[in-house]
């Protein structure tokens, strides 16, 4: 999931004042598990999820896994 | 799923049964997938076709007496194919024949004694699956039933060149044979098995026991005489396809006895026998048979393709005809049983698309309705929910969000159980359900004020699920739980007769609580005079279609009941093309809306284009659901009590889950009131918070399954921790909370006394760290 350099920078985490960076985030869920590059808050780590990433890839996986 | 149910599954459903034609025809030729080729005017494929099944094709496709077409279905819709003349046309048309493909060389050799159509097919047979074969023919000509057919029926040119087939093939064939005593015993000894052609009258004196006609006596099913490794067949003056159908029974034994294989089992089809195929012929025009334009010549190409063409190529289907859900996923129910069995026996959960396929049956039985053997793909996908839950592979997200509202139905938010005001015995008791409740709370609410002045003896009410949501998810220890609960409730209050106002809670009492008395509102207020016929006058003459819920399906009773209501209030009818015992679900059915949304809707959206007038339902989730695709639904409910302020059933639009519950806490709450008891409620700090949010973006929330209080509790933990994301331009907090299995995200801003949302979604799937 690409996330363009706008929308990173358009977020600050409240609490640590910090803007995003890229992370490597781990995911779970069933018995499957994987990871992506997403933007997080550096201090922190709260992982920025998009409505398009949540509805889109995330539910996509969500649903192969299911039905696995 | 156990073996054996799958087998008795698997038995009931036919669309793999050979239509009549075939099972009619001795050698069982595909008479459907001939004239599937024929009507492509493919003349090559559908040679192959009868290939496949007719040795010496060029003779048998020329002169056989085609039995098939006496049970054509065709024939009781316009006239029987002309199979026969096509198969003529076929094997004309392809000329010569290709040489017969043989398996490797057996060690294994058999003699055939005599040369006519029985001994010659089970030579061609045996030397076709590998075995050596000596024919022996005591005069100087093969196939002599052959020969009595006219040139022009069945040119000697083209018996010499079928028959040369045999040379090709390295049939070892012997003229002017002896066939005494002394030389059939050598036989036995030479060879490992015989078989006799019983046409040639020498044979008849073969040292084998004879029947009551003086022929060889044969076994009926194996054809096997009185000599072990010794079969015989064939009649003098019996029609060639039929001495073929002979040849091919005793290749078939000698074949089973070289292999030492039982020599019965498995054989009841082989001959012509009756077939379980059902095929619907409703609909289909009547076409008569085409003519060939020149009787002496016979079809043309273009005249042979336009009488395949008229093959209504039998199956069965029923059920998929009907189900949306079947069709959906593009097979029928063996094949269905047969990928969930192996889903959950042989590959243990692991394979794809068997989940949601399971989960997306609304289990209403309609399919049972209209197979001709009474199969319930509902009861065969509840067996697969519950093995998929003891499995530990049912998805969370299949049924939680049904679960959960069930939850709440069940809990003290809705439960109460209640006497009449003022008095402390009920005659009656009323459960008008939890959806219903959801959907017309004043409704429920006026029609139980109605009961209760009218009625003798006590009118208690109780508010709560009959568990449907449980048992349809394959919840059985939940489902269990709850019907013990109603139970234990019914009793406290002396046992009376329930009056429901919700088709699916009377079919589950009916069913899962056969000794509890339950009666249909709608009944109760037919029979007790207390529908006022003029309170819909403004209506009168208004047209509309009726929705029966699936659940109504075998309760007549409710069905006329509700119709004959309608006409006495003024309204004209209109039938929707499946009602009655034939009735659709809506999808809420087997929590197909959770499962599958996306099929759901469909189911839905098809079914509000099936009528142009106003739909009138008798079941809650109907009505929501119509009305949630932009169909003008109203309840019954709403019709009978048009007292009630605002209402007014054409124009009341969809509700959100949220409404739902409220409407739910509302009916409780009034009733308690006018009880004269105390309502409390523990109300959570979250509770509180208050929100804006536009309708657009109400019901996109509302459509994934976000609540409002979802949304509360999103924004009150982010406002307690300050754990969020701000936008650095609009300033507006982007928020997430895991609530059970989902992690909701809203988007919200301060406004007025509380908060703006400007959007949520949500994910199932879990952070589980960040590098």
Known sequence: MKFSEEEIQNWKCETCGEGLVMRKVEFSYMKGSFHAELPACPKCGLVLITEELAMGKMAEAEKALEDK | ?771
């Not at chain 2, 049904?402 to 069940?410: H, K, V």
């Not at chain 2, 429920?444 to 009625?455: D, G, P, Q, T």
């Not at chain 2, 809420?588 to 007038?613: C, Q, S």
Request: glycine residues 8%; negative net charge.
């Open chain 2, 1 to 771: 799923m156990e073996k054996e149910q799958r087998i008795a599954w698997e038995a009931q459903c036919i669309q793999e049964e050979p239509p009549a034609c075939s099972t009619t025809c001795p050698l069982h030729v595909d008479v459907r997938q001939f004239m599937k080729e024929m009507a492509e005017g493919d003349v090559n494929e559908a040679y192959k076709v009868l290939r496949k099944n007719l040795p010496f094709v060029g003779i048998l496709g020329r002169i056989c007496t085609h039995p098939c077409e006496t049970k054509c279905r065709r024939g009781e819709v316009g006239g029987a194919l002309a199979i026969g003349s096509l198969e003529r046309f076929c094997v004309e048309h392809y000329g010569s024949p290709d040489r017969v493909k043989l398996l490797p060389r057996k060690s294994k050799t058999v003699a055939v004694v005599g040369g006519d159509v029985a001994g010659l097919v089970a030579a061609h047979d045996l030397r076709k699956k590998g075995y050596g074969v000596t024919l022996l023919e005591p005069g100087n000509h093969l196939g002599q039933s052959f020969r009595k057919f006219s040139e022009d029926l069945l040119p000697d040119s083209v018996i010499e060149e079928e028959l040369g087939a045999l040379k090709d093939m390295k049939v070892d064939v012997r003229f002017g044979a002896t066939l005494d005593a002394a030389a059939f015993e050598a036989l036995c000894t030479e060879f490992d098995a015989v078989f006799v052609d019983r046409t040639s009258s020498e044979c008849a004196s073969l040292p084998l026991e004879k029947d009551n006609d003086g022929l060889i006596g044969v076994d009926p099913i194996t054809g096997g005489t009185s000599c072990p490794g010794v079969f015989a067949g064939g009649k003098e003056g019996e029609v060639p396809i039929m001495l073929a159908a002979d040849g091919r029974k005793g290749a078939l034994s000698i074949e089973r006895f070289l292999q030492q294989a039982h020599m019965t089992i498995g054989r009841e089809n082989d001959g012509p026998y009756e077939t379980r195929l059902y095929t619907n012929l409703e609909g289909i025009a009547p076409l008569d048979r085409v003519r060939c334009a020149d009787p002496d010549v016979g079809y043309t190409l273009g005249e042979a393709v336009q009488e395949a063409t008229r093959c209504i190529q039998c199956e069965c289907m029923e059920c998929v005809k009907v189900c949306q859900y079947l069709a959906h996923y593009k097979k029928y129910p063996k094949k269905y049983i047969r990928q969930f069995f192996n889903n959950e026996k042989v590959l243990l959960g692991a394979a794809h698309s068997s989940n949601q396929t399971i989960n997306s049956c609304t289990n209403c039985g309609l399919c049972a309705e209209v197979c001709p053997n009474d199969l319930h793909m509902g009861e065969v996908c509840l067996e697969g929910r519950h093995a998929m839950l003891q499995g530990n592979y049912m998805p969370p997200s299949a049924h939680e969000f049904a679960l959960q509202d069930m939850e709440f139905s069940t809990s003290d938010e809705f439960v109460t159980c209640r006497h009449q005001p003022g008095t402390q015995q009920s005659a009656y008791l009323y459960f008008p359900s939890c959806q219903l409740s959801a959907t017309a709370p004043a409704e429920v609410l006026e029609s139980y004020r109605l009961l209760c002045e009218n009625l003798s003896g006590g009118v208690g009410i109780l508010l709560g699920c009959c568990g449907a949501p449980a048992y349809w998810s394959g919840r059985e220890a939940l489902f269990r739980e709850t019907l013990k609960t109603l139970r234990q409730q019914w009793q406290a209050m002396g046992k009376p007769e329930v009056i429901t106002a919700c088709c699916t809670c009377q079919s589950v009492f009916s069913e899962h609580l056969p000794d509890i008395p339950i009666k249909p509102l709608w009944q109760v207020l037919e029979n007790n005079a207390l529908i006022d016929n003029a309170c819909r006058e403004k209506d009168a003459g208004k047209t509309i279609a009726v929705v029966d819920p699936c659940s109504s399906r075998y309760d007549p009773e409710i069905q006329n009941g509700v119709r004959r209501i309608l006409g006495n209030l003024g309204f004209t009818l209109e039938e929707l093309p499946l009602s009655g015992e034939l009735a659709e679900c809506c999808g809420y059915g087997g929590l197909v809306f959770n499962a599958n949304p996306k099929l759901d809707n469909a189911i839905v959206t098809r079914r509000a284009g099936e009528n142009e007038r106003d739909y009138l339902a008798y079941c809650a989730m109907c009505r929501d659901k119509f009305v949630n695709v932009g169909k003008r639904t109203a309840h019954l409910i709403e019709l009978l009590f048009p007292s009630v302020a605002g209402n007014d059933p054409w124009a009341r639009g969809w509700i959100s889950w949220s409404e739902r519950r409220k409407n739910r806490r509302r009916v409780k709450d009034e009733l308690l009131v006018n009880l004269g008891e105390t309502v409390e409620h523990t109300v959570e700090s979250y509770e509180k918070i208050v929100l804006h949010i536009d309708s657009e973006l109400l019901r996109t929330l509302d459509s994934r399954r976000i609540l409002e209080s979802d949304l509360r509790q999103v924004v009150f933990h982010a406002e307690q921790t300050c754990k969020r994301l701000r936008h650095n331009q609009s300033g507006m907090f982007r928020a997430n909370h895991k609530m059970g299995n989902t992690t909701f995200w809203v988007d919200y801003a301060p406004e007025d006394e509380g908060y703006r949302i400007h959007n949520a979604y949500c994910h199932r799937m879990n952070v589980t760290g960040v590098k």
